[in-house]
């Protein structure tokens, strides 16, 4: 299967085959070389074998049914994805219980000069413990954004802050976090969201996380946003958050939800790279835990040469 470089209906559907690329806010800068094909969308035609351990069949993974791309269905209506949510929120609060005990000296938050390949991280000291969570699907899911762009429409920044708005009540909460913020506050952490929602839609987004029983959050204590002091980059505010913390964990759905170092990397290999540096690649489940989102962000992108290797080809013997 060849990527589509350019939008086209999909025979048969009015969904395009590809669309520009959807960063959110929180889902790191914006990349403007290279078309990004919505994962989900790129399986459009491909015939997916099942593994070893499975029956022995094939199953065709449709682009989209009824206008939804398979990241859809999978992000917001599968019990997989649910399943490993909840997954994510065990594990973490697991890891935060035994952080507690060992009393760390280091918090997980990287301390400014260290970069990917050579980490340090901000101490401890005796400051008391939090955790820093991103919001938008990591601790909540936008149904209503997500149903309404499910057509096919490519993202538009003045549709989401007016989603930020309006949209809350159609928000619902990940599986597993309730449970989690509830588990984490009663070890005595306090929960800290660190989101690119707009701080000027700071009342709004607190209604939806009180709503979503994930609050509470303060603006300013519990709740840092995008202002025009920050913009997009959250390293500012992580290091405000832990110099006051020390943060014991964190949780996010893209990579800049942890650092805004990952945002230097452009291509898929070195996205991956960055992921399994040595000093990376230990702080996942162990201190970093990422949330699914096959739906949009920095993930969702590269060729075909770029997402498989060349020795990787392979086709049945004629
Ligand atoms: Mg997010």
Same mark, same amino acid.
């Given at each position: 299967m060849t990527p589509v470089s350019h939008p086209g209906p999909v025979p048969g559907s009015t969904v395009p085959r590809t669309r520009r690329p959807r960063y959110r806010p929180d889902g790191g800068p914006r990349h403007r070389a290279g078309v990004t094909v919505v994962a989900a969308l790129a399986l459009s035609g491909c015939v997916v074998a099942v593994g070893?351990?499975?029956?022995a069949r094939v199953v065709t993974a449709p682009a989209t049914v009824d206008g939804v791309p398979a990241g859809m269905q999978y992000l917001y209506g599968s019990g997989e994805a649910a399943a490993g949510s909840q997954q994510v929120w065990r594990g973490l609060v697991a890891y935060v219980s035994q952080a507690l005990r060992a009393r760390s000296r280091d918090g997980v938050v990287l301390a400014e000069g260290a970069t990917l390949a050579a980490t340090r991280f901000e101490p401890c000291g005796g400051k008391p413990a939090a955790v820093v969570f991103d919001v938008d699907?990591? &601790?909540?899911?936008?149904l209503g954004f997500e149903r309404d762009a499910a057509g096919g429409r490519a993202y538009e920044a003045a549709r989401w802050r007016a989603y930020e708005i309006t949209g809350g009540t159609t928000a619902r909460a990940v599986p597993g976090a309730v449970e989690a913020m509830r588990q984490l506050r009663a070890m005595g952490v306090t929960v800290v969201f660190n989101s690119n929602r707009s701080a000027a839609n700071a009342p709004a987004t607190v209604a939806m996380l009180d709503r979503l029983e994930l609050g509470p959050a303060r603006v300013g204590e519990t709740l840092y946003l995008s202002d025009a002091a920050t913009g997009s980059a959250k390293d500012p505010r992580r290091a405000a958050i832990a110099a006051r913390y020390c943060v014991v964990a964190m949780g996010g759905d893209q990579l800049g939800d942890f650092s805004d170092l990952f945002n230097a990397g452009q291509t898929p290999a070195e996205r991956r790279a960055q992921a399994q540096a040595p000093g990376i690649a230990?702080?996942?489940?162990?201190g970093w835990f990422v949330l699914p989102n096959p &739906?949009?962000?920095?993930?969702l992108k590269g060729r075909l040469d770029e997402v498989f290797p060349a020795d990787s080809a392979w086709a049945p013997e004629p």
């Open positions: 070893n351990d499975a029956p699907e990591t &601790v909540a899911l936008n230990r702080l996942w489940g162990a &739906v949009y962000g920095t993930a």
